[in-house]
C-alpha cells in the first residue's frame, strides 16, 4: 500500500512510526512531522508542511505546529481526549510541557491498567507558566505522539473558576473540567456558633439554590442516613453548618456544570467537583449534603475531590495521623460509592507514598490521582546532574522567591531550615530534591524562575532550562518513569 518510510533520507524517531488514515505517520529525530500517504489529498489536508513526490506516493514534512498537532489528534482518533468514566486513573499535570514521554513510559511500565491523563493544567498554572489551554494540550499531544503512545488519554482542565475558564479549554479539546468552588465556600462556618449559622444559611442564595430554608429543613433535619459503615445524622448544627460552608460552592458548581453542559452540546465531557483547596477538612456530613445537593440540581460528576483531614502539601508525603486517614478516606469512598460511583479525587496527590496503598485500597479502584509540579522537581534533578551551577543558581533564586511565592500554595516549609545554595557542595545538590524544605521550596517557586529576567530582558533561567530538558531527553524521561512508576503502581490491579 504506502510508499513507506524506510526508504526517506530522513532520521525518524522510531517509537512513533504509526500507520493509521491511510498514511504513516512519524517524528524525525529533529523534531519535525513526517507523513507518506498515497492519498495525500485525503490525509494531508489538514497538515501544513512542505510536500514532494514520494514513490507513488507523496511525503509532506511539517513543523511540530498547532495546526498539525491538531491534524494529528483528528486523523489518530487515540491522541484525542475522551472521557475516563469511573476507571481508575492519573493525571500527569506538565508545568514544562516536555515530561509527557517520560510520563508515558512509566504508565507503560506498570502495565496500562491506570487510564492516563496526560494534558492537565490548573489555569493559574497556565498563567503562572505562559502558557494557553491549546499549548498544554499539544504538548502532550506530541509527547505521545514521539512515544507512540495509542493507549488514549482524558485531558484536565483543572481548578476553573469561571464561565470563561471553561470556554477557553473547550475550544482547546479538553475533556474533564475540575471546576473549583473554593472561593464560595465558607471555611469559618467550621467554628460558628448556632445563632450565626442560622444567619449564615438564612443569607443563602435560595433562588439559585432551587430551594428554601423550610424545604431544607424537612429534608434533612433529625434524621439519619445509612451509608455502609455510616451513620449520617443531621442536627441542626451540623445541617447549618454544611449548607453555610458549601452552599453558595453549590450553587455554583451548578451553574458552571450548566454552562459547560450547554457549550458543549454533543461533544463528551465529564466533571470534577474540587474542594480540595480550601482551610478546613470536608466531614463525612458536609460531604453527604454537598453529594445530595448537586443531584437534586442535576449535576453529574466523575470525581470528587473533599478536603481530607491532615495535610496535602506540596511535593511531599502526607503530614498528619495516618490513622485518622484511613478513617476519613473510608468515609468519603464510601459516600462516593453511595451517591455515584464517582471517584474521590487525590489532589496534590504527588509524593504521598503512605496514601496510596490505603486509598488505593479504600476506594476499590475509584480514585484519580492528580499531580503536576513533581515533574517540574524531576526537570531540576535531571538540571542537578548535568548543569550543578544552573541548579545552584535556581535554587539560590527559588530560596529568595520562597517568603513571596508560597502564599498561593499548601507548604510549610521554612528558609531557615534550608541550606544558603553557596554553603552547598556540588556532589550534594541532588540530594537537596529529597529534602523536605528545600523540596517545598523549589516546588513553589517555578513561576518566579520560568518568569524572572536577567538585566538585558532575556529570561534568567528559562532558555537554558529548556535547552538541557530538550538537549538531555532521554535523561530527564528516565527520572520522570522512575518517579512516577513508584506513583502508579500501588494503584494497578485494584479492582472496582
Ligand atoms: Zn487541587
Known amino acids: 500500500m504506502s510508499s513507506g518510510m524506510s526508504a526517506l533520507n530522513l532520521a525518524l524517531v522510531e517509537a512513533s512510526r504509526v500507520q493509521a488514515a491511510g498514511a504513516e505517520w512519524a517524528l524525525t529525530t529533529d523534531g519535525r512531522l513526517a507523513v507518506t500517504s498515497d492519498r495525500p489529498e485525503a ?100 509527547g505521545q505522539f514521539v512515544e507512540g503512545w495509542k493507549g488514549g488519554t482524558g485531558a484536565d482542565a483543572d481548578h476553573l473558576k469561571t464561565t470563561a475558564d471553561i470556554d477557553a479549554c473547550l475550544a482547546a479539546g479538553f475533556s474533564l473540567f475540575t471546576i473549583d468552588p473554593g472561593e464560595h465556600v465558607d471555611s469559618a462556618a467550621d467554628g460558628a456558633d448556632l445563632p450565626t449559622l442560622r444567619a449564615r444559611a438564612a443569607a443563602l442564595p435560595w433562588a439559585d439554590l432551587e430551594d428554601g430554608e423550610e424545604a431544607l429543613r424537612q429534608r434533612y433535619l433529625g434524621r439519619s442516613f445509612a451509608v455502609e459503615h455510616l451513620r449520617i445524622v443531621f442536627d441542626e448544627a451540623t445541617l447549618l453548618r454544611a449548607a453555610a460552608k458549601y452552599g453558595r460552592a453549590v450553587a455554583h458548581v451548578a451553574r458552571m456544570s450548566r454552562h459547560l453542559l450547554k457549550q458543549a452540546g454533543s461533544r463528551p465531557v465529564e466533571l470534577e467537583v474540587s474542594v480540595d483547596e480550601t482551610e478546613t477538612p470536608t466531614s463525612p456530613a458536609e460531604h453527604y449534603w454537598v453529594a445530595a445537593e448537586l443531584k437534586r440540581l442535576g449535576v453529574s460528576w466523575v470525581s ?42 487525590l489532589h496534590s496527590g504527588s ?133 512516577f512508576v513508584r506513583h502508579l503502581q500501588p494503584f494497578v490491579g485494584v479492582k472496582a
Request: glycine share 8%; no cysteine.
Open 43 to 142: 490525509a494531508f489536508a489538514d497538515l501544513e508542511g512542505a510536500t514532494e513526490a514520494h514513490g507513488r506516493g507523496s511525503l509532506l514534512v511539517g513543523p511540530r505546529s498547532a495546526r498539525n498537532a491538531a491534524a494529528l489528534r483528528r486523523q489518530l482518533g487515540w491522541l484525542r481526549p475522551r472521557p475516563l468514566g469511573t476507571r481508575t486513573s492519573a493525571g500527569l499535570g506538565d508545568r514544562l510541557g516536555l515530561a509527557t514521554p517520560g510520563h508515558v513510559r512509566a504508565v507503560r511500565a506498570v502495565g496500562g491498567g491506570i487510564a492516563a491523563i496526560f494534558p492537565q493544567q490548573s489555569i493559574r498554572e497556565m498563567t503562572r507558566t505562559g502558557r494557553t489551554p491549546t499549548e498544554v494540550m499539544d504538548d502532550a499531544t506530541w
Open 304 to 345: 470528587l475531590a473533599p478536603r481530607f483531614v491532615g495535610r496535602f502539601e506540596k511535593g511531599v508525603d502526607y503530614i498528619g495521623d495516618l490513622g485518622a486517614l484511613e478513617q476519613d478516606i473510608a468515609a468519603h469512598a464510601a459516600l462516593a460509592r453511595h451517591f455515584g460511583p464517582y471517584k474521590l479525587s
Open 351 to 483: 509524593d504521598k507514598f503512605s496514601v496510596y496503598p490505603i486509598a488505593a485500597r479504600l476506594a476499590r479502584g475509584l480514585v484519580h490521582l492528580k499531580t503536576a509540579g513533581t515533574s517540574y522537581l524531576e526537570a531540576l534533578r535531571t538540571v542537578a546532574a548535568v548543569d550543578p551551577a544552573l541548579f545552584r543558581a535556581i535554587y539560590a533564586f527559588a530560596r529568595e522567591r520562597y517568603e513571596t511565592d508560597k502564599a498561593s500554595y499548601h507548604v510549610s516549609a521554612q528558609l531557615d531550615r534550608t541550606p544558603p545554595a553557596a554553603d552547598v557542595p556540588q556532589t550534594d545538590l541532588p540530594s537537596l530534591l529529597e529534602q523536605f524544605d528545600p523540596r517545598e521550596v523549589l516546588h513553589v517557586t517555578f513561576g518566579s524562575v520560568l518568569k524572572e529576567a536577567a538585566a538585558d530582558g532575556r529570561p534568567r533561567f528559562k532558555d537554558d532550562l529548556f535547552r538541557l530538558l530538550r538537549g538531555n531527553p532521554e535523561a530527564y524521561a528516565r527520572n520522570l518513569e522512575r518517579h
